[in-house]
Nanobody, 122 residues
Framework: QVQLVESGGGLVQPGGSLRLSCVASRSVVNSIGWFRQTPGKEREGVSC????????RYLDSVKGRFTISRDNAKNTVYLQMNSLKLEDTAVYYCGVAVCESPIVPIMIPGSWGQGTQVTVSS
């Protein structure tokens, strides 16, 4: 099965930017979503992009600040995060998903990565 690896997280001040990358072990024809999780809370869908990039979805709280894109030639999905807020702090994961509202993760065993930590702090 496909394996996905996230990177690009880090520590940033409020208002700052980060770009997350999700690299797949092989080409992926599925929609890919970005999810985030904080301790004690369920994983929530942040953004999703269809196989060819024609459909995108965003969590209401990130609309206008986050942009998802994909480069299928590189088997990579990106999440550009601008105007970051304290409440964006979380571990971010990417995975196969259904681009609906809310975004639905497809839990393929072994496909999800370890996530990348995003910390927004002054």
């Amino acid at each position: 099965q496909v394996q996905l690896v996230e990177s690009g997280g880090g520590l940033v001040q409020p208002g700052g930017s980060l770009r997350l990358s999700c690299v797949a072990s092989r080409s992926v024809v599925n929609s890919i979503g970005w999810f985030r999780q904080t301790p004690g809370k369920e994983r929530e869908g942040v953004s999703c992009i269809s196989s060819r990039g024609g459909i995108t979805r965003y969590l209401d709280s990130v609309k206008g600040r986050f942009t998802i894109s994909r480069d299928n030639a590189k088997n990579t999905v990106y999440l550009q995060m601008n105007s970051l807020k304290l409440e964006d702090t979380a571990v971010y994961y990417c995975g196969v998903a259904v681009c609906e509202s809310p975004i639905v993760p497809i839990m393929i065993p072994g496909s999800w990565g370890q996530g990348t930590q995003v910390t927004v702090s002054s």
